[in-house]
């Protein structure tokens, strides 16, 4: 379930006498009112101006908000993760420079979408020295106009870096991948970052993904987001974790939405081990409540673990996510990314995101935003609202068809076989357009067409790999 804001949670406070008016953006709140939007659509390494353009399709087909890569100065490489080795705080990147950003802000604000910033506050680069890719000379520790040695943290383990993922102290103060970790507790750091963050929200950004939240002490995240000169923004923040001891994921819930990667971890391993049957108490298990959890199917580190992904067969990727987008848990976020063959290749044709308007990637991009199946069921998820899980049916361990009230309904078949059996829908009679392959066009479908009577869909059959959603908003 959608997240409530913070600023019920923290003091308000400014830095500056000067407060922005509050950009017209939907609300990330209960899922309390069908067709508003909440899914956020992660158009990961698009630079500047193709998100702009790619606003205007995200607004007309659901999405009420776009996650987009870090805006800061970073060291040099064709590689993904550049992106998140900060050299300075310019807003100049492989994605564009401070004009860019602001036209596309506003761009996805004409377009009715929110744009989230994947920001960096843990830390700087992770190499020797170098230049950025805006002409900025550093060293590790050494970020000339910026911080200088006394601002990061050195644990004295070998090299720094965390040994010991269950000791607290490493994890916080204890370098990442030999990131050069900020002594966040420190007066001027913490002001340099509250001067970052306070220009991406001059620009109107509707909030940020923390990155490396869980490097972070919740006292210092506590700090930054109370002198925030804007409150009311969504923060997601990233904090890996799968149980066990040391820093825990709900220990950051009182700050924003938190990103649960058990959720991630059990839907890759339930679609590739064929035992979808088990998600049925998924919202059950006492991980992140509802309403603070951001989930995905996969983001840009889990596709290159090994998890589901736009590689995996049996199309067991698109069905996890038509399983997401129905089930009502946290807030969804849908990656888009690219073809890769190297778990370190950068974005394809010069950052500049393209799909074709069949929904397809171009260019060496995927586009699984626009995918039929994802885009028929962000719609599917904006129509059924806060309505309750009900009529789960299980046919095999790999078969699954449940309902969301008296709205929408919806089956999967993850298996080798077609299931074909009777479904208690509990949606009106009549004609309905199946969102997974196409959409309601006037009075006809541009896809399948479902036939509801008595409630019921008799003997009916959904193919091998196959499902099938329908929903009142897409009913003849």
Same mark, same amino acid.
Request: hydrophobic content about 35%; glycine content about 10%; overall charge positive.
């Given at each position: 379930?959608?997240?409530?804001?913070?600023?019920?949670?923290?003091?308000?406070?400014?830095?500056?006498?000067?407060?922005?008016?509050?950009?017209?953006?939907?609300?990330?709140?209960?899922?309390?009112?069908?067709?508003?939007?909440?899914?956020?659509?992660?158009?990961?390494?698009?630079?500047?101006?193709?998100?702009?353009?790619?606003?205007?399709?995200?607004?007309?087909?659901?999405?009420?908000?776009?996650?987009?890569?870090?805006?800061?100065?970073?060291?040099?490489?064709?590689?993904?993760?550049?992106?998140?080795?900060?050299?300075?705080?310019?807003?100049?990147?492989?994605?564009?420079?401070?004009?860019?950003?602001?036209?596309?802000?506003?761009?996805?604000?004409?377009?009715?979408?929110?744009?989230?910033?994947?920001?960096?506050?843990? #830390?700087?680069?992770?190499?020797? +020295? &170098?230049? @950025? $890719?805006?002409? %900025?000379?550093?060293?590790? !520790?050494?970020?000339?106009?910026?911080?200088?040695?006394?601002?990061?943290?050195?644990?004295?383990?070998?090299?720094?870096?965390?040994?010991?993922?269950?000791?607290?102290?490493?994890?916080?103060?204890?370098?990442?991948?030999?990131?050069?970790?900020?002594?966040?507790?420190?007066?001027?750091?913490?002001?340099?970052?509250?001067?970052?963050?306070?220009?991406?929200?001059?620009?109107?950004?509707?909030?940020?993904?923390?990155?490396?939240?869980?490097?972070?002490?919740?006292?210092?995240?506590?700090?930054?987001?109370?002198?925030?000169?804007?409150?009311?923004?969504?923060?997601? #923040?990233?904090?890996?974790?799968? +149980? &066990?001891? @040391? $820093?825990?994921? %709900?220990?950051?819930?009182? !700050?924003?939405?938190?990103?649960?990667?058990?959720?991630?971890?059990?839907?890759?391993?339930?679609?590739?081990?064929?035992?979808?049957?088990?998600?049925?108490?998924?919202?059950?298990?006492?991980?992140?409540?509802?309403?603070?959890?951001?989930?995905?199917?996969?983001?840009?580190?889990?596709?290159?673990?090994?998890?589901?992904?736009?590689?995996?067969?049996?199309?067991?990727?698109?069905?996890?996510?038509?399983?997401?987008?129905?089930?009502?848990?946290?807030?969804?976020?849908?990656?888009?990314?690219?073809?890769?063959?190297?778990?370190?290749?950068?974005?394809?044709?010069?950052?500049?995101?393209?799909?074709?308007?069949?929904?397809?990637?171009?260019?060496?991009?995927?586009?699984?935003?626009?995918?039929?199946?994802?885009?028929?069921?962000?719609?599917?998820?904006?129509?059924?609202?806060?309505?309750?899980?009900?009529?789960?049916?299980?046919?095999?361990?790999?078969?699954?068809?449940?309902?969301?009230?008296?709205?929408?309904?919806?089956?999967?078949?993850?298996?080798?076989?077609?299931?074909?059996?009777?479904?208690?829908?509990?949606?009106?009679?009549?004609?309905?357009?199946?969102?997974?392959?196409?959409?309601?066009?006037?009075?006809?479908?541009?896809?399948?067409?479902?036939?509801?009577?008595?409630?019921?869909?008799?003997?009916?059959?959904?193919?091998?790999?196959?499902?099938?959603?329908?929903?009142?908003?897409?009913?003849?």
């Amino acid at each position: 379930m959608p997240s409530t804001f913070i600023q019920s949670l923290l003091a308000i406070a400014s830095l500056s006498s000067v407060v922005l008016a509050a950009p017209a953006y939907p609300v990330i709140q209960a899922r309390s009112t069908p067709g508003s939007k909440h899914v956020i659509a992660n158009l990961f390494q698009w630079n500047w101006d193709s998100v702009a353009k790619e606003c205007a399709w995200l607004g007309k087909n659901g999405y009420g908000f776009v996650q987009v890569s870090p805006a800061s100065e970073h060291i040099q490489g064709a590689q993904w993760w550049t992106d998140y080795q900060v050299v300075s705080y310019k807003l100049q990147s492989k994605r564009g420079n401070a004009d860019q950003f602001r036209n596309m802000v506003n761009a996805c604000k004409t377009a009715g979408v929110g744009v989230i910033v994947d920001i960096v506050w843990n #830390h700087m680069a992770g190499i020797d +020295g &170098g230049v @950025g $890719v805006a002409g %900025s000379s550093f060293s590790h !520790y050494n970020y000339p106009g910026i911080y200088d040695k006394n601002d990061f943290h050195y644990c004295g383990t070998p090299g720094n870096d965390i040994q010991n993922w269950s000791d607290r102290t490493q994890v916080q103060t204890c370098e990442l991948s030999n990131l050069a970790d900020l002594k966040t507790e420190a007066s001027k750091v913490r002001n340099t970052l509250l001067t970052h963050t306070n220009s991406l929200i001059d620009l109107g950004v509707a909030g940020f993904r923390v990155d490396a939240s869980k490097h972070i002490p919740t006292t210092d995240i506590k700090y930054l987001l109370a002198k925030v000169k804007k409150q009311g923004l969504y923060y997601t #923040h990233e904090v890996v974790y799968e +149980g &066990g001891a @040391g $820093v825990t994921s %709900s220990e950051y819930i009182a !700050y924003g939405d938190v990103q649960e990667f058990r959720y991630t971890t059990l839907l890759s391993n339930a679609f590739n081990s064929g035992n979808i049957a088990q998600l049925q108490g998924l919202k059950d298990k006492g991980w992140l409540p509802s309403d603070k959890a951001n989930v995905f199917v996969v983001n840009h580190d889990r596709e290159r673990g090994g998890y589901l992904s736009y590689k995996s067969p049996s199309k067991r990727y698109t069905l996890a996510h038509v399983f997401s987008l129905a089930y009502p848990y946290g807030t969804p976020t849908v990656f888009s990314g690219y073809s890769f063959s190297n778990n370190d290749d950068g974005a394809p044709n010069g950052n500049y995101g393209t799909c074709n308007d069949n929904g397809s990637g171009a260019n060496g991009w995927q586009c699984q935003h626009r995918w039929a199946a994802i885009a028929g069921m962000v719609n599917f998820y904006n129509k059924v609202g806060s309505n309750p899980l009900k009529n789960w049916k299980q046919g095999d361990n790999n078969q699954i068809a449940f309902g969301r009230g008296n709205v929408g309904y919806v089956i999967i078949n993850n298996s080798d076989n077609k299931w074909k059996t009777t479904f208690t829908t509990g949606l009106p009679d009549g004609k309905y357009c199946d969102v997974i392959t196409g959409k309601k066009s006037g009075s006809s479908c541009t896809g399948k067409i479902v036939t509801v009577k008595g409630g019921k869909l008799t003997n009916y059959g959904v193919g091998q790999h196959n499902s099938v959603a329908i929903h009142t908003g897409a009913k003849l």
